[in-house]
């Protein structure tokens, strides 16, 4: 029985997943389109050019495409996310021979105008997003990387470890750190500005 692909929309990634496998590959266009934004937003904040995260989300596609060797998931989304994460560090690490490729910054920008547009009726908010933003920005790449994956894709602590494979547990305690650090962080920046009130 053939369905139509316009009944396939509505799949979840894994029904959908499950026909990759039998090597239906008008599914991929599906995944493609359902998942592109997000793979792209994530690409960019690994590593800010365009045109290369492009090419590597269509360099993913492509190998799902002549992939003989797929094997099950429970989670579509994170295996894009961690094939998309290895094809830029494998990319990277060729164009860039030099760069340890660990220290590629994973950053979060929001420009002044749209935290201002957020937060216009509450300068406080304003204030603190601002400090929260500086502060995220101080914390070592792999700490970011999952600060963004816990909090603003909102994927679970075991997901976030197959991504930047590690141990779940791993993948705790660098939300941990990042979450004390943060919080240590906003603490000094609090002590600070009452030391120059006070002056």
Same mark, same amino acid.
């Given at each position: 029985?053939?369905?139509? %692909? ?19 590959? +008008?599914?991929?266009?599906? #995944? $493609?389109?359902?998942?592109y934004? /997000?793979?792209?937003n $994530? ?8 045109? /290369?995260?492009?090419? %590597?989300?269509q360099? #993913? ?13 429970? %989670?579509?989304?994170?295996?894009l996310?961690k094939?998309?994460?290895? #094809?830029l ?9 030099t760069?340890?490729? +660990? ?26 997003s ?5 502060? $995220?920005?101080? /914390? ?5 990387e999952?600060? $963004?994956?816990?909090? &603003? ?6 997901? &976030?470890?197959?991504? /930047? ?8 305690? #660098? ?25």
């Amino acid at each position: 029985m053939i369905i139509n %692909c316009k009944d396939r929309n509505n799949w979840t990634d894994e029904s959908l997943w499950e026909l990759l496998l039998k090597r239906d590959i +008008e599914v991929l266009e599906i #995944l $493609y389109r359902r998942h592109y934004d /997000l793979l792209l937003n $994530y690409g960019l904040k690994i590593y800010p050019d365009k045109e /290369l995260v492009k090419d %590597c989300i269509q360099d #993913l596609f492509v190998k799902l495409h002549l992939s003989r060797k797929l094997s099950n998931t429970q %989670c579509v989304k994170t295996y894009l996310l961690k094939a998309l994460r290895n #094809l830029l560090v494998d990319k990277l690490s060729s164009i860039k021979e030099t760069e340890d490729i +660990e220290k590629v910054s994973f950053n979060l920008t929001i420009d002044n105008s749209a935290l201002s547009a957020l937060f216009k009726k509450n300068d406080e908010e304003l204030n603190l997003s601002k400090q929260l933003l500086k502060a $995220y920005h101080q /914390l070592p790449v792999n700490q970011r990387e999952a600060i $963004y994956l816990r909090y &603003i894709k909102g994927l679970p602590y075991k997901e &976030i470890a197959e991504i /930047l494979d590690i141990a779940p547990q791993s993948s705790i305690n #660098l939300v941990q750190r990042a979450l004390t650090k943060l919080r240590s962080i906003m603490q000094l920046e609090k002590i600070i500005l009452i030391f120059l009130i006070a002056r």
